[in-house]
C-alpha cells in the first residue's frame, strides 16, 4: 500500500509561482509511473503532468505547456510540480497520483492506483 501526501498548496496573485510537493511513504516509489492532476469545482479531474519512473520521460497537459515542470527525486520518495505564470483557471484541489504500469503518458485518472488527499491551490486576479 502507497500513502502520499500533497503539500505546497496556498493563495497566489496571478503571474506568481508555486512548488507542489508529493511524498510517498510504502510501496517502491521508484517503480511509479507519478502524475499530478487537478480538479476545480463543477469539472471532471484532469491531468496536469506526468513522468515516469526514472524520469526520463513526461507528458504535459497543453493548458500548461511551457508554465509548468514535473519532477521526481527517487531517492527522497517526492515528486514535485513547478508552477509559473499562475493563471485564475489555474484554481482547483490538486492531486498526485500513482500508477503501477508501464510508461505511456498515463494521461487518464482511470489507470492510477493510488492517491494522495489533495492540496487546494487558488490563484487570484
Known amino acids: 500500500q502507497v500513502q502520499l501526501v500533497e503539500s505546497g498548496g496556498g493563495l497566489v496573485q496571478a503571474g506568481g509561482s508555486l512548488r507542489l510537493s508529493c511524498a510517498a511513504s510504502?510501496?517502491?516509489?521508484?517503480?511509479?509511473?507519478m502524475g499530478w492532476f487537478r480538479q476545480a469545482p463543477g469539472k471532471e479531474r484532469e491531468i496536469v503532468a506526468s513522468?515516469?519512473?526514472?524520469?526520463?520521460?513526461?507528458y504535459y497537459a497543453d493548458s500548461v505547456k511551457g508554465r509548468c515542470t514535473i519532477s521526481r527525486d527517487n531517492a527522497k520518495k517526492t515528486v514535485y510540480l513547478q508552477m509559473n505564470s499562475l493563471k485564475p483557471e489555474d484554481t482547483a484541489v490538486y492531486y498526485c497520483a500513482a500508477d503501477r504500469t508501464y510508461w505511456s503518458g498515463n494521461y487518464s485518472p482511470l489507470g492510477y492506483d493510488y492517491w494522495g488527499q489533495g492540496t487546494q491551490v487558488t490563484v487570484s486576479s
Open positions: 510504502g510501496g517502491t516509489f521508484s517503480r511509479y509511473v
Open positions: 513522468i515516469s519512473w526514472n524520469g526520463g520521460s513526461t
